[in-house]
């Protein structure tokens, strides 16, 4: 797939995700990378579906009075976790390029009356927010749906974003090695969040050419097939006892497995990673 049919796959699968209403499955997905109840009794349902792969606020360190940019914000999940951190004193800015996942979010906003919380429509490779906003960036799960070449793009507007000593804290799902060529070009496995996964060695590249330092990028160990593993109703199936096919890619289950891919430990060749750096 080039670039514009990356994006318009990506386009169409979230927003099919945006229409969820699964909370079951999703508060079982979040639960599973790190997210207490008490953080998701805190939030609207609305807000969380079954996105994460990861929880990037527990090792942001979000202080009061801090202005926090989420990439590829989603519905809000992690903005309205951040916002009461920050106070009415800080700013908590959502960016997502789909329109169907900020209209979610606003509607939410408005319903919660989120005073210190914005969103703003765009691709996060480029982002119309002036430099050296942020003191912390966040993003969970998203930039690995980044094509390849663009990614490098990803990291270096970050940086242009932060302020001096400002911090990334991001969840991303990385390969552990190079992915099979079957699974790279599968429509599902990419949109799905697997087949996009770039080497952790391209990742700290990255990070490194942007300008970063204080670069931290650990394996979190969390089991990734909980997204075909966990049933519609919140409960954990076996993998052995799953039916081959019956993991959505419509967004009902918003995480994609493509059925031919059924049988494969995807703990074999991706993880849930934690990415941390500071621009010096």
Not at 106 to 133: E, G, L, M, W, Y
Not at 171 to 189: F, N, Y
């Amino acid at each position: 797939m080039d670039s514009s049919e990356i994006y318009e796959q990506v386009r169409k699968h979230y927003t099919a995700a945006s229409q969820s209403t699964n909370a079951s499955y999703s508060k079982t997905v979040a639960k599973s990378f790190g997210y207490s109840e008490e953080e998701l009794a805190s939030i609207s349902e609305d807000a969380n579906l079954g996105l994460s792969c990861g929880n990037p606020l527990a090792i942001a360190s979000v202080k009061e009075g801090e202005t926090i940019i989420d990439l590829g914000c989603g519905a809000g999940f992690d903005v309205f976790l951040a916002a009461p951190r920050v106070g009415d004193g800080g700013a908590v800015i959502g960016v997502d390029m789909n329109e169907d996942m900020l209209a979610r979010a606003n509607k939410i906003k408005a319903a919660k009356n989120a005073i210190n919380v914005s969103f703003v429509k765009s691709p996060i490779t480029s982002i119309d927010i002036q430099s050296r906003t942020a003191d912390c960036i966040i993003s969970n799960c998203v930039i690995n749906l980044v094509p390849e070449p663009e990614k490098g793009l990803v990291f270096k507007e970050m940086f242009r974003l932060l302020k001096p000593g400002g911090r990334v804290a991001v969840s991303d799902i990385l390969a552990k090695k190079p992915l099979p060529e079957d699974l790279r070009s599968d429509v599902s496995m990419y949109v799905g969040c697997i087949a996009g996964a770039s080497l952790v060695a391209s990742y700290e590249a990255w990070l490194k050419q942007a300008g970063f330092c204080e670069i931290l990028i650990v394996d979190s160990r969390a089991d990734l097939n909980v997204y075909a593993d966990t049933k519609e109703d919140g409960t954990k199936q076996s993998k052995c006892c799953a039916p081959k096919g019956s993991h959505k890619a419509d967004g009902t289950n918003a995480r994609s497995s493509s059925a031919r891919f059924s049988d494969v430990d995807l703990n074999d060749w991706v993880g849930s990673y934690k990415i941390y750096a500071v621009k010096g």
